[in-house]
C-alpha cells in the first residue's frame, strides 16, 4: 500500500493513490520521511490557514558556493517567508502586481508560433510552455526585446536556486542571477519605480527586485504546467466541449486546476503545536500538504474524478494555496491559459494532439509532462 509522500510520476496515478488516502489516512505520518502527510480537505485548509504552520526556511549552507545576490533572492520571496519578513515581501510583491500592464496573450501566441510549419508536429512545452508566461511579465512591465530574450534563454537556470543546487551548477547560477538583479535595477531606475512608489530606501527596493524576480520563477513550473494540462483538457473531446465564449475557457482552466493541478503539494513547519482532529503535531514536526488530494475530496466536490467545468464550487480548490501564503498570481496565470487555449482552439480548428506517451520531470512538487507535442492542422 502505498502511504509514503514520494509518487513517481511516470510509473504512479496520482489520483488513484489520493483517493484511496482520502478514505483510509486523511492525515498520515510517514515515519521514514519524518514527516506528517495531510491529504484531507479539511486538514489541508486548517493548515494552509494555521498561523503555527510556517513554511520552512530555505536551505543554503553557510558553506555554499552561491553568492550574496542568490542569498537576497531567496532571502525575500514573499513565498519562502514568514511573519514580519513576509509581510514586507508581500506587500512588495503586490507593488509588482499593481505596476504590470495587461498584454495582449495572442500576440505572443503569433510571435512564438510563427517559425511552426502547421503541418509538422512541435514541442508545446519548449515553443509555449517555457516562454509564454515570462514573456507575458516582462512585456507587461515594458522589458526591452534583448531584456526578454536573455531572461527567457536563462530562466531554466534561474529556477535552480529553488532546488538542492550541485556544486557544479553554482558558477552558472551566480551569473544569471547577478544579471537577472542588474535588469531589474535598472527598470526601476528608468522607471522611476523609486520616486513614483515611494522606495525610498534600499531594503524597499531590493524587496522589489527579489519579488519581480521570484515572479519570473514562479511563471515557469507551475505556468507551463497549467497550459499544458489545460490545452490536453481543452483538445479532449470530451473535456472541450462548449468553449465558445471567454467565462467557458476560464471554467475550463479553473476545473483544471482542481482536478489537473500542476502543483500538487507544498510544506510547511510546526512552530507551536497544532492539534488536527485526535491528531496532535508537534512543534519543529514537518508538514507535507497534498493539495491536489484535497482537490479530490469528495466531502467538498461532488463526483470529484469527474471533470465539470460547470461545477458550482470548482473555485474552492486549494491549488493556489490559502491565507497570506496563497498565490498572487492567479489571476494571472488564469488569464494566460485561457487567453492561450482560446487562441489555438479558434486559430487553428483542426489542432490536435498525436498520440504519445508522457513522460514526466522528476520534480516532488509540480506534475509537469517534459515534452507534449502538437500539431496545429
Known amino acids: 500500500m502505498h502511504t509514503g509522500i514520494t509518487l513517481n510520476w511516470d510509473r504512479d496515478d496520482p489520483k488513484a493513490v489520493y483517493s484511496r488516502q482520502l478514505s483510509e489516512y486523511p492525515l498520515y505520518w510517514d515515519k521514514d520521511a519524518n514527516s506528517w502527510v495531510a491529504y484531507s480537505y479539511k486538514y489541508c485548509n486548517a493548515i494552509l490557514s494555521n498561523p503555527d ?25 514573499a513565498r519562502l517567508s514568514n511573519g514580519d519578513r513576509h509581510t514586507e515581501a508581500r506587500n512588495a510583491a503586490m507593488m509588482v502586481y499593481k505596476y504590470m500592464q495587461s498584454v495582449s496573450v495572442p500576440q505572443l501566441m503569433e510571435t512564438l508560433l510563427k517559425d511552426i510549419n ?174 491536489a488530494a484535497a482537490n479530490l475530496d469528495p466531502r467538498v466536490f461532488k463526483n470529484p474524478l469527474l471533470f465539470d467545468p460547470s461545477r458550482s464550487n470548482n473555485a474552492e480548490h486549494l491549488t493556489f494555496g490559502l491565507g497570506e501564503h496563497a498565490c498572487l498570481a492567479k489571476h494571472l496565470m488564469i488569464d494566460i491559459a485561457a487567453e492561450a487555449c482560446s487562441y489555438l482552439k479558434n486559430k487553428y480548428p483542426h489542432i490536435s494532439i498525436p498520440q504519445q506517451e508522457f513522460k514526466y520531470e522528476p520534480q516532488a512538487n509540480v506534475r509537469m509532462i517534459r515534452e507534449l507535442m502538437v500539431k496545429l492542422s
Do not use: W
Not at 520552512?56 to 558556493?65: C, F, G, H, K, R
Not at 551566480?174 to 513614483?196: G, K, M, Q, T
Open 53 to 77: 504552520a510556517h513554511i520552512p526556511e530555505p536551505v543554503i549552507t553557510t558553506d555554499s558556493l552561491l553568492n550574496e545576490k542568490v542569498r537576497l533572492l531567496v532571502g525575500n520571496f
Open 118 to 291: 502547421p503541418n509538422s508536429g512541435f514541442n508545446y512545452v519548449e515553443v509555449i510552455g517555457k516562454k509564454l508566461p515570462v514573456l507575458v511579465i516582462l512585456k507587461g512591465f515594458g522589458f526591452s526585446d534583448h531584456e526578454c530574450k536573455y531572461v527567457t534563454q536563462h530562466i531554466a537556470t534561474l529556477v535552480k536556486i529553488m532546488t538542492s543546487v550541485k556544486d557544479e551548477d553554482t558558477t552558472a547560477i551566480n551569473a544569471v542571477v547577478d544579471e537577472f538583479y542588474a535588469i531589474s535595477e535598472r527598470y526601476i531606475i528608468a522607471n522611476r519605480l523609486a520616486i513614483d512608489h515611494n522606495l525610498t530606501t534600499e531594503n524597499c527596493i531590493q524587496q522589489f527586485i527579489c519579488n519581480l524576480v521570484g515572479l519570473f520563477i514562479q511563471s515557469y513550473d507551475a505556468g507551463r504546467a497549467l497550459l499544458c494540462n489545460t490545452l490536453l483538457n481543452t483538445l479532449d473531446p470530451d473535456r472541450g466541449q462548449g468553449l465558445n465564449t471567454p467565462g467557458s475557457y476560464r471554467n475550463l482552466v479553473i476545473e483544471t486546476l482542481r482536478l489537473d493541478a500542476p502543483v500538487h503539494n507544498t510544506r510547511r513547519i510546526a512552530v507551536n503545536d497544532i492539534l488536527m482532529g485526535d491528531q496532535v503535531i508537534k512543534a519543529s514536526q514537518k508538514i507535507l500538504i497534498t493539495i
